[in-house]
Each structure stands twice: as structure tokens, then as C-alpha cells.
T-cell receptor, first 114, second 113 residues
Framework: NAGVTQTPKFRVLKTGQSMTLLCAQD?????MYWYRQDPGMGLRLIHY???????AKGEVPDGYNVSRLKKQNFLLGLESAAPSQTSVYFC?????????????FGPGTRLTVT | DQQVKQNSPSLSVQEGRISILNCDYT??????FLWYKKYPAEGPTFLIS?????DKNEDGRFTVFLNKSAKHLSLHIVPSQPGDSAVYFC????????????FGQGTRLTINP
């Protein structure tokens, strides 16, 4: 049981390049999330999904797109990378049971945009 | 507008003593409060939570206290152990379609032998 995995672990991009970050979970969770973490700041929600084929915007969605074609995968895309998108990106998943449900996080992807 | 704040970037505590991490929030609509622990190069892992209708929740060495009138919560770790050295994030939950978490900036806890 791998939990939540993220690919790649590290990436360096030039300004204007594009890339896709992949998140996979093997817990059959309905909900998936993408966060970014910047120095001195907490994690901020970029986009989230409440089920296969659905996505919604979080707190900081600009410059990112997402897709959830399969229940176990949640992709985060950067169409034209900017230095302001240098960050550590975390994916999480959860299963909505009751009023509170724990979010399980992946190990993160460190992205540098030069 | 930072809805969840951890005003201490770091805290150093001697092994065996009590560690107290603090968190303040502004939004009275939050329904759960959580603490996550994060080691370097790993994702955050859930530690403990408390419902907004409670004032205390205990799990082994970890206790979370909630003071709604002051909009303040704290995490107590007793006794502190070297393996507790990590960054601790306070988070608050809003149910809006999905459970959305709002995180504080984190506090780096160092336990000294």
C-alpha cells in the first residue's frame, strides 16, 4: 500500500515551459487536492476534486490547470511556468466519512522555475 | 488575509519537558482544527484534531486545547522526545463542497537531548 505518490520529486523549468505533475493514490479515495507551500507560509490549496471527472478551484488557482480522468490520479499542469510558481507542491487525498476526514499527503514535488 | 496564524516560527524544548505550540484563527465558521507534523522531504502527516464544539482532545502524549472565545488553540506534547523534532502545522477546516484546510505558517520544534 503506497498511499499517495507524486511524480517527479524534483524539477527545474525555464520560464515559459510547461509541465505536468502527477499524483496517484491507491486508497480508493474520492477527494484529491493540490497544495503549494512557500517559505514562511503554510500550505495553500490550488485545486481540488470531489470525484472522477470533477475539479474545482481552491485559494490560489491562477496559472494552474488540473484533470481527474481516473479516480486514482490527479494531474496538475503548468502551461507557461513563471518564477512565482517556484514552490513545493503537495498532493493529498481523503475519503469523506462523517464530518471530519483526514487528508493523506504525498511526499511533495520541489519545482524551481528560472 | 491570514485566517490561521502561528506566530512562533521556531521553538526549542529540552527532552522530557512539555512542548506547547500555539495557533490563532480569525474565522468563526471553522468546524474542525487539526495539527499536522512534517519531517524534511516528507509530506505532512495528521497528528490530532478537535471539533469546534469541544475544548480538549487527548491522544497519548498529545493534547489539543481549543479556546473559542479567544480564537486560539494549542498543542501540548508531554513528555517531549527527540523524534518530535519536526515542523508542526496548525490547520482549520471548512466544509464547502469538500473539506478545505487553511494552514498556518508552521512552527519548527527542536527537542534537545
Amino acid at each position: 500500500n503506497a498511499g499517495v505518490t507524486q511524480t517527479p520529486k524534483f524539477r527545474v523549468l525555464k520560464t515559459g515551459q510547461s509541465m505536468t505533475l502527477l499524483c496517484a493514490q491507491d486508497m480508493n479515495h474520492e477527494y484529491m487536492y493540490w497544495y503549494r507551500q512557500d517559505p514562511g507560509m503554510g500550505l495553500r490549496l490550488i485545486h481540488y476534486s470531489v470525484g472522477e471527472g470533477t475539479t474545482a478551484k481552491g485559494e490560489v488557482p491562477d496559472g494552474y490547470n488540473v484533470s481527474r480522468l481516473k479516480k486514482q490520479n490527479f494531474l496538475l499542469g503548468l502551461e507557461s511556468a513563471a518564477p512565482s510558481q517556484t514552490s513545493v507542491y503537495f498532493c493529498a487525498s481523503s475519503q469523506p466519512i462523517g464530518r471530519f476526514y483526514e487528508q493523506y499527503f504525498g511526499p511533495g514535488t520541489r519545482l524551481t522555475v528560472t | 488575509d491570514q485566517q490561521v496564524k502561528q506566530n512562533s516560527p521556531s521553538l526549542s524544548v529540552q527532552e522530557g519537558r512539555i512542548s506547547i505550540l500555539n495557533c490563532d484563527y480569525t474565522n468563526s465558521m471553522f468546524d474542525y482544527f487539526l495539527w499536522y507534523k512534517k519531517y524534511p522531504a516528507e509530506g505532512p502527516t495528521f497528528l490530532i484534531s478537535i471539533s469546534s464544539i469541544k475544548d480538549k482532545n487527548e491522544d497519548g502524549r498529545f493534547t489539543v486545547f481549543l479556546n473559542k472565545s479567544a480564537k486560539h488553540l494549542s498543542l501540548h506534547i508531554v513528555p517531549s522526545q527527540p523524534g518530535d523534532s519536526a515542523v508542526y502545522f496548525c490547520a482549520a477546516s471548512l466544509i464547502q463542497g469538500a473539506q478545505k484546510l487553511v494552514f498556518g505558517q508552521g512552527t519548527r520544534l527542536t527537542i534537545n537531548p
